[in-house]
């Protein structure tokens, strides 16, 4: 297929269709919306579902009954919409459903501001709502790339029987870029046979639950999940590493922030400093390994986001102690530069 | 010799956890009875609420959802949407419908979503205890209420069935009662029709059931059951609020 020229947010909701999901429920919100109105336009047309709930809660309780009737189901919202979510996220994750939310992040908290940011790094990798669990976590970095992470969200979802969130900003879900659907049929053939179709009068009845009354029961549940997750943790961690071998300053950026990262990377290599770049795409599995070998070797590492600074938390129990490790952060809304970055490389040089 | 009287297939084969004298188990049984009459039993998902009725996946023999508190009909209209030919019922409690899961209840009667809600209205949160609930009467004295309920500090009891009534969406909503044997008739006889409609695509039915808590509210099973025609009744008539699809409601 030829190339096709696309907004990030639009491009989400075609390869979500073209993944066979064919059950999206939303609510509008800046600056994801053009997800839900895409879908407004296409569902009908490919025998789909779009509805627009009365709000973020219903939508995610939406998806939870449709994942639990065994459809590929998917929601999107920018981040206070996700705080609303956040209930029916962990009762997703109770109960053991696949199912793909996105996150279009705005800046907060509250209200905050409808530019791009990237401080719900929190929510999204330590699990959103209440109690153990996780959702796997994907980064894209451009616009094809969110088209090749809606594709596997699906897939890793149903693999895994969990919530996968992707995680993009305003900056990306604006934004436009050339982009290559793949030409391949939806993997979507996972015998769902927990799935609350009706017995047909052929198998016991199925229950999509997350209640547990006995704590011996409950422990035991989450304590399968958690091998789960371990399982996850060894498979499933994706990055992307540039120049990191001789290495004297490793920057550590995800999404949008990564794209302004990997610029300074090249400024700061053509004036002759020994920079590299480590992109997490999975920031749930994070890329510890990684991160922690690269500390044997840097003189330090910089964490880039657009936050007061999150994902360096996670940076730091990587590195644990073996190296310094420094931050750059904007937030608000506001963009770092490639400017700023190399000067924040200049000061740990 | 004959059977009788026997369990509904629809409803297990174990005890309920509800405490004696409430109504719960009747309207349980209601349900199990009109999937069983119906045929429907392979192809009904229903939807257990948070409250009293929170184990109600472990009471009828047919896939079951338990949903989130308030959401359930976000969960079935998922579900319905996914399946549409399947019938998708919940089953919910005042607090759970009427308070945290008002926009839920009323968005989806609004659609006119092709689902079937049995809505139990015992004016108090049982499983916590007995607080006040969005259907407590004025004067009614609860846990959290307990100088009686006083309109100047926590408003009016909610009518559901007939606030619903005004919208256009729903097809079929009825206020019963299950104090009598002739009530408890008329509320199978509803409940039915509640499930047919689903059937027939007619839409949104809601079927309100006044129901006993001796536990809650201090009383014997048979007190109870007289508080409620003295008390509730008066404040919640019996009786049909909209019926758009026609069609009988007796047997």
């Known amino acids: 297929m030829d190339k096709v020229l696309m907004k990030g947010n639009e491009a989400i909701a075609e390869a979500a269709i073209r993944a066979n999901c064919k059950h999206f429920f939303g609510y509008p919100i800046t600056p994801q919306t053009e997800i839900s109105a895409y879908m407004a336009k296409m569902m009908p047309k490919v025998g789909g579902v779009f509805l627009q709930a009365e709000s973020e809660i219903a939508a995610i309780n939406m998806v939870y009954g449709a994942a639990g009737a065994g459809v590929r189901a998917m929601t999107s919202s920018s981040s206070p919409g996700i705080s609303l979510k956040a209930e029916g996220i962990s009762y997703i994750a109770g109960a053991d459903l696949p199912c793909v939310i996105v996150n279009i992040v705005r800046a907060g908290p509250g209200l905050g501001g409808i530019l791009p940011a990237q401080s719900d790094y929190f929510q999204a990798t330590k699990g959103c709502g209440h109690g153990d669990y996780k959702m796997i976590v994907l980064s894209p970095a451009s616009i094809q790339e969110i088209v090749d992470c809606t594709t596997s969200a699906f897939d890793l979802a149903d693999k895994y029987r969990m919530p996968v969130m992707i995680l993009g900003d305003a900056m990306l879900g604006q934004m436009m870029e050339p982009i290559d659907f793949p030409d391949v049929l939806a993997n979507d053939f996972c015998e769902k046979e927990w799935a609350t179709t009706g017995t047909k009068m052929k198998r016991k009845r199925n229950v999509i639950n997350s209640l547990y009354i006995d704590p011996e029961e409950l422990e035991l549940l989450i304590k399968a999940r958690y091998e789960k997750y371990y399982n996850i943790e060894q498979t499933e961690t994706r990055y992307e590493a540039e120049n990191i071998d001789d290495a004297e300053v490793v920057l550590v950026a995800y999404g949008t922030t990564a794209r302004i990262a990997k610029a300074a990377m090249k400024t700061a290599r053509a004036d002759g400093m020994k920079v590299g770049l480590i992109r997490p795409i999975t920031l749930w599995p994070f890329p510890s390994s990684i991160i922690a070998q690269t500390a044997k070797t840097a003189k330090a590492i910089i964490s880039v986001e657009m936050s007061m600074g999150q994902m360096v938390e996670d940076i730091r129990l990587a590195v644990n102690g073996v190296c310094p490790v420094n931050f750059y952060g904007r937030t608000g809304g506001m963009i770092p530069t490639p400017a700023e970055v190399i000067g924040e490389i200049r000061r740990v040089i | ?251």
Request: glycine share 10%; proline share 5%.
């Open chain 2, 1 to 251: 010799m004959k059977t009788i009287f026997e369990r509904p297939k629809s409803l297990s084969n174990v005890t309920l956890h509800y405490c004696p004298g409430c109504t719960h188990g009747i309207i349980h049984r209601l349900i199990a009875e009109v999937i069983d009459d119906l045929g429907i039993e392979g192809r009904t998902i229903g939807i257990a609420p948070v409250g009293c009725a929170v184990f109600a996946y472990n009471y009828f023999e047919c896939d079951m959802q338990e949903a989130a508190h308030g959401r359930a009909p976000a969960v079935a209209t998922g579900i319905k949407r996914a399946n549409p030919d399947n019938i998708v019922f919940t089953y919910q409690g005042d607090g759970d419908l009427a308070a945290i899961g008002t926009a839920e209840t009323v968005h989806a009667a609004a659609r006119g979503e092709n689902i079937t809600i049995i809505f139990v209205n015992n004016a108090t949160y049982g499983m916590t205890g007995g607080q006040l609930a969005p259907t407590s009467l004025v004067g009614q004295v609860t846990q959290t209420s307990p100088y009686g309920r006083k309109v100047e500090m926590q408003g009016y009891p909610i009518r559901i069935s007939e606030m619903l009534a005004t919208l256009d969406g729903p097809s079929f909503i009825k206020r019963c009662s299950v104090d009598t044997v002739k009530n408890i008739n008329d509320a199978k006889s509803a409940i039915k029709k509640a499930f047919q409609n689903q059937i027939d695509k007619k839409g949104f039915s809601l079927i309100e059931v006044l129901s006993t808590c001796p536990t809650n509210w201090g009383l014997s099973p048979i007190e109870s059951l007289e508080w409620l025609r003295n008390n509730m009744i008066p404040v919640y008539p019996l009786g049909t609020f909209k019926d758009i699809g026609g069609g009988a409601t007796d047997e």
